[in-house]
């Protein structure tokens, strides 16, 4: 089962604070279930970690670095905040792996974004309605 297609069942424990050298912009990534993971690591004696420095979801540049972590209850699993970034807990890969929402936006949002010619904000801002001739860039 993709997580990415069913939201609810993403648990996450906790999160690290992200911050773009770039563009300012601050990002708090939960950790999925599995990912530096006390509970898990008492368990099974293994540790999966999450990366030092991941792309901006706002610059695209590989510039965010996590300035603060541990933040949250780590021994207990809740379901991902709704519009919250995270990492992902992905078999394929040795660390966890950057999800931002508009990773996840549906694919009726994102035609509807594309046929208007809009990045994810202004599409965000505009409320899912058709934008006027000038708010297009």
Not at 50 to 68: D, E
Not at 108 to 117: I, K, S
Request: neutral net charge; charged residues 30%; glycine residues 6%.
């Amino acid at each position: 089962m993709n997580p990415l297609n069913h939201k609810e069942s993403i648990l996450v424990h906790g999160y690290f604070v992200y911050s773009c050298d770039i563009c300012g912009t601050v990002v708090n990534m939960y950790l999925q279930k599995g990912l530096e993971d006390k509970v898990e690591f008492n368990k099974t004696g293994k540790h999966k970690p999450v990366p030092f420095v991941i792309r901006c979801p706002m610059c695209k540049n590989l510039s965010m670095r996590h300035i603060l972590w541990g933040v949250g209850n780590s021994d207990e699993y809740e379901p991902l905040p709704d519009g919250e970034s995270f990492f992902l807990n992905d078999d394929q890969y040795d660390c966890g792996v950057p999800v931002h929402p508009q990773d996840i936006m549906s694919f009726e949002e994102n035609r509807e974004r594309r046929r208007h010619h809009m990045n994810y904000e202004q599409y965000k801002a505009s409320k899912y309605k058709r934008p006027r001739k000038g708010d297009m860039y």
